[in-house]
């Protein structure tokens, strides 16, 4: 008795992955003379943090950001707990005030993708990202509402709520740092 077994196709890398491959590199090692292509600066991961202050007053806005970014990152997040008290917040030590999430390989590709391509053009009145940097080459930006993305359903939407995206890169400076995140399609003003 013989089996016969077929081999899957290779998976694709994503699309981005791919073009920080086949055209960042170069261009990098272009602009900034890297001698070695271990040298050019690359997308380490990218956190996702949406801080749910109210859910002090409401337990369920937990829940439903929870739902939210499972929904947007494609896999689940952490509760983020309050690690001390603060009277004039109402907020006691232990308290869920928040979810973050942090991506890597193929899934952050996937999300900088989805992220560049479908939710930074629905967002309302846009002019360009700031070119701001943390000092050490890495950027976060904030989102108003997690509605810019297509996975969330604006119908079901029970609570608006806005979250940060952090890129944590390997560039040793601001300028390699927005010259990756400039060379992978981040809308940045001019």
Known sequence: MTTTTTKAAPKQPPRRQQMYREQVVAALRKEFGYPNPMMVPRLNKIVIN?????????????????????????????????????????????????????????????????????????????RGLPTKLDGRGNYTMGLSEQSVFPEIQLDKVEFVQGMDVTFVTTAPTDKEGLALLTHLGMPFRK
Do not use: C, H
């Not at 308290?95 to 890597?104: E, N, P, Q």
């Open 50 to 126: 949406m801080g749910v202050g109210r859910a002090v007053e409401n337990k369920n806005r937990i829940e439903a950001a929870n739902k939210d970014l499972t929904a947007i990152a494609g896999q689940r997040p952490m509760i983020r707990k309050s690690r001390g008290a603060v009277s004039g917040f109402k907020l006691r030590e232990g308290y869920a005030i928040g979810v973050a999430v942090t991506l890597r390989g193929a899934r952050m590709w996937e999300f900088l993708d989805r992220l560049i391509a479908l939710a930074i053009p629905r967002i309302r009145d846009f």
